[in-house]
Every structure is written in C-alpha cells, then in structure tokens.
C-alpha cells in the first residue's frame, strides 16, 4: 500500500479493443491496453462524442474490493442492447476492471468508470467498432453528501409508462448522454439542494440524476419500480440483501413526491456515494436515522455483511 495522499493517486486508463471479443481485434492487437490518461485518446467523430450513443457505469472500490461488478457489467449489457450495440465480452471487461484496480495505488474508496460508444461515425453497417475504455480514480471525499443532503422534486416530463410506450426514450438505459441529469443538478444547487428527484409526467417519484430512491414507512421499505424507467440500482440490491437478512423486506410502489416527504425517511442510494440520506424533500423535513444511513453504506461498500 502507498504513503501517497489520495489526491496524488493518478487516475488509470486502459483501452479495451477487446470489447466484443477477439475476432474484432487486429494480428497482435491486445485486448486490454493501459493508455496514457492526460494524452488525447478519442477520435473527434467517435458517436460517444458526437451523439451521446454509448453506455457507462461507475462502479465502487472500497478497500481494494470491487463491489457488484457482475450487476453493473450486466447492466451496461442491458443498456447497449437497448441502443442496439452489439454483445458485449463481460469477460474481457472484468479482467480489465480488475487491471484497473490493480494498476491504481491503493485508496480506501477508488471509483471504476466503463464507458461502451457506438464507435466512429461512418462505420459500414455490421461493421460496427465500439470504443471501450475505463478509468479508475480516486473517490471524492462524499462525507457530506453521506450526513445529509437537501433534494429538491424536478419534473422529468415524461410519463412512468414512457418504458412501455416510447422505448426510444430509453428511460432506464445508463447512456453517454448524461447531460439532463448535470442539468438537474445545477437546477437543484441554484434551489439551495444537494441533488434532486426526478418526477414523472403524471406525477410519481423515480429516481435522482444518478442515483436510486429508498423510502422507509415503518417497517416498510420501498423503491421505485424499474418498470416505470428507472436504472435498476445495484446498490439498491445489495441494500435489499441486508434488509432480507434483517427479516425486513423492500417492495416496489409508485409514490409521489409528497408521500416521501411525510414517510419515515429516504435515501438516495448509489455506488460511490452510497447512502445519502434526505434530510429535506421541497424545504419538507425527514427523519434521518444515521445509524441505519450508515449501515446502508456498509453494505453497499461491502464493509458490513449482508
Ligand atoms: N439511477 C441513475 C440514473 C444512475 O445514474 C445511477 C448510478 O449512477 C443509479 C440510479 C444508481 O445505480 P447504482 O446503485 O448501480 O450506482
């Protein structure tokens, strides 16, 4: 382990032209490459840059362990299937999350992006090359975000049905094309919040920017279900495996904003900041239960068993 402060800890970068397996690379080419992070890498037409046609994940490291990689390589299957981008080598991308990992000097909570575009413009079709890469960086300090955080409700302007009617809008699919949700954020920020709720057209509470919703009512606890557009969280699921172990159990309801304001306490749930607990939905306070918040954490950083 290293003496370094973890603001030294340079990031690691690693090209992955072994995305789709080995019959798409070129004679010698390795399928996992460690690239130099602070030189240009991406071509100007890639359709990750040019369209936001890719898919990514952030996953969390936490004391060298990486937490659910099998969920989150599954879900960027799921959202490249939803963009229609080929199959995916899941193999090829654990080994190199795992390099990933490997490669960057030990920090107490490392976080390890996988980003998956359509490749550069003007491919023939089927003969698609996705770009792949991952980076791994040093996780910012989330100690605040963990105490506490004010959430303001921001209308989505999409219905819960949207999965089912309007596939194309590919509510649920993690893509490239985060720029709605930083756009939320700074709309939460100029409200005097931390982050914010998405709300559906008629009215229901999803998820935030980036992360998923957990509300308590007694002993109750509830999540938005993914059929109504949501990322299916993998932090969620492992907050869901330590409430099963407890003998408590999560359900899945469409609620409105102001039923979580007046529940027992929500979280936003996610894999590198794990539990934020809300302390105030619209300037409407919630009981926060630290001791349960940072059980949550716990368990999601995997420090705790299930
Ligand atoms: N919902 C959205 C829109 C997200 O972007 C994320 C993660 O970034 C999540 C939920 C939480 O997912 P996870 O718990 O797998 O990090």
């Given at each position: 382990s290293s003496d370094a402060p973890v603001a030294s800890a340079a990031p690691v970068l690693l090209l992955v032209p072994g995305i789709i397996g080995?019959?798409?690379?070129?004679?010698?080419?390795?399928?996992i490459v460690l690239a130099d992070g602070t030189a240009p890498q991406l071509r100007v037409t890639d359709l990750g840059v040019t369209r936001g046609e890719g898919a990514f994940e952030t996953i969390g490291v936490f004391d060298g362990r990486i937490m659910a990689l099998a969920p989150h390589l599954e879900r960027l299957q799921r959202s490249a299937t939803m963009m229609e981008l080929p199959e995916l080598d899941l193999d090829v991308l654990a080994q190199a999350v795992r390099r990933a990992v490997d490669e960057h000097?030990?920090?107490p909570e490392l976080l390890v992006r996988i980003f998956v575009s359509s490749?550069?413009?003007?491919?023939a079709p089927g003969t698609a090359r996705l770009t792949a890469w991952i980076h791994a960086k040093a996780a910012p300090d989330y100690s605040g975000e963990r105490a506490g955080i004010r959430v303001v409700a921001l209308d989505?302007?999409?219905?819960?049905t949207a999965p089912q009617t309007s596939p194309w809008l590919l509510a649920g699919a993690k893509t490239m094309s985060y720029a709605i949700n930083m756009a939320m954020i700074r709309e939460a920020e100029r409200r005097d919040a931390q982050d914010a709720l998405f709300v559906s057209s008629d009215g229901y509470a999803l998820e935030g920017p980036t992360s998923t919703l957990l509300v308590r009512r007694g002993d109750t606890f509830t999540t938005t279900p993914a059929s109504a557009g949501v990322l299916p969280g993998t932090s969620l699921g492992s907050v869901v495996a330590g409430l099963r172990a407890g003998g408590l159990d999560c359900t899945e309801e469409l609620l409105t904003p102001a039923e979580v304001a007046a529940s027992d306490g929500a979280w936003l749930l996610s894999s590198g900041r794990l539990a934020a607990p809300i302390t105030h939905l619209d300037g409407i306070a919630l009981p926060v239960d630290m001791e349960l918040s940072r059980r949550f954490c716990d368990l999601i950083a995997g420090r705790a068993q299930a």
């Open positions: 080995p019959s798409a690379l070129g004679a010698g080419e390795e399928p000097a030990d920090v490749g550069p413009e003007g491919g989505r302007g999409i219905p819960s």
